[in-house]
């Protein structure tokens, strides 16, 4: 039973929290906009890091961290990406890629705003942004989501607030 450590919208400043709150996890993915190398750096020493990048991440990132992560883990198509939307407001790229690799899991970044939901038309897909866990950007809260999964289950799924934004 894998846990995962879910955060995105680092942009350069990563709370020396996360090490506290992750310390239990056995994968760390990063939803992209990780800022510099060193954020990446600190986590993929500390934890399996999958991430992706985002729009404000430099060649440097994108040599390392694709655009798209899609991968099965304990029976789940995950996939993940850094702009995606959510459901009732996808892109219609990311309407068409959904369709067509049938994810269990759709995970992005990118709004700052934390969100987690199904997408019923969609076979019930669990859409997850973990919010913000930098301090920049118009969010309030540095939010992070913790979960396990063990055989087409998702088990005790955490959202973490790690104070304010500033």
Not at 52 to 74: A, S
Not at 89 to 109: M, R, S, V
Request: with cysteine; hydrophobic share 35%.
């Amino acid at each position: 039973m894998p846990r995962i450590g879910l955060l995105s919208d680092t942009h350069g400043y990563l709370d020396p929290k996360i090490f506290k709150y992750f310390e239990d996890c056995d994968f760390i993915w990063h939803a992209g906009d990780f800022g510099t190398i060193e954020v990446s750096d600190e986590l993929e020493q500390f934890k399996p890091l999958k991430g992706v990048y985002g729009n404000i991440d430099g060649k440097d990132l994108r040599l390392i961290h694709p655009k798209d992560q899609q991968f099965e883990l304990e029976g789940f198509k995950i996939w993940i990406t850094h702009i995606g939307g959510y459901p009732g407001n996808f892109p219609a790229g990311i309407k068409k890629e959904l369709d067509l690799y049938k994810p269990d899991i759709f995970i992005c970044g990118h709004s700052h705003i934390l969100k987690i939901m199904p997408d019923k038309s969609r076979n019930n897909l669990l859409c997850i942004n973990p919010g913000a866990a930098g301090i920049h950007g118009f969010h309030k809260v540095k939010t992070i989501v913790k979960f396990d999964l063990e055989k087409r289950k998702i088990e005790n799924m955490k959202v973490i607030e790690m104070g304010k934004r500033a």
